[in-house]
Nanobody, 126 residues
Framework: QVQLVESGGGLVQAGGSLRLSCAAP????????MGWFRQAPGKEREFVAA???????????ADSVKGRFTISRDNAYNTVTVDLQMNSLKPEDTAVYYC????????????????WGQGTQVTVSS
């Protein structure tokens, strides 16, 4: 099964910024909604942000990240790139971040996502 490839995690102080990137084969995923999820130690994976595949690039964010995180995508023919710009980071943002893709009409509710990659660790120190 095709997997997505995440990158860009790291260690940052509270209030700092990081930019995560996800790469996916364009010919497969240029008509999928793409999203970011995260999983903190001892917790379930949770929805962070998602963006539609269509030209309007409609987006959806978890309440906990609204106003701080921005998702964007570039639909090149061979590679779809989905970035997550994270500003004003908080210690509670510490988690492994995963990129996923969804062909579900309910993508904006965080449903139908799969094709998970290995994830990238984000650690925010206080």
């Amino acid at each position: 099964q095709v997997q997505l490839v995440e990158s860009g995690g790291g260690l940052v102080q509270a209030g700092g910024s990081l930019r995560l990137s996800c790469a996916a084969p364009g010919r497969t995923f240029n008509s999928y909604a793409m999203g970011w999820f995260r999983q903190a130690p001892g917790k379930e994976r949770e929805f962070v942000a998602a963006i539609n595949w269509s030209g309007d690039d409609s987006t959806r964010y978890a309440d906990s990240v609204k106003g701080r995180f921005t998702i964007s995508r570039d639909n090149a023919y061979n590679t779809v790139t989905v970035d997550l710009q994270m500003n004003s980071l908080k210690p509670e943002d510490t988690a492994v971040y995963y990129c996923g893709a969804s062909s579900s009409g309910s993508w904006n509710y965080g449903r139908g996502f799969g094709f998970w990659g290995q994830g990238t660790q984000v650690t925010v120190s206080s």
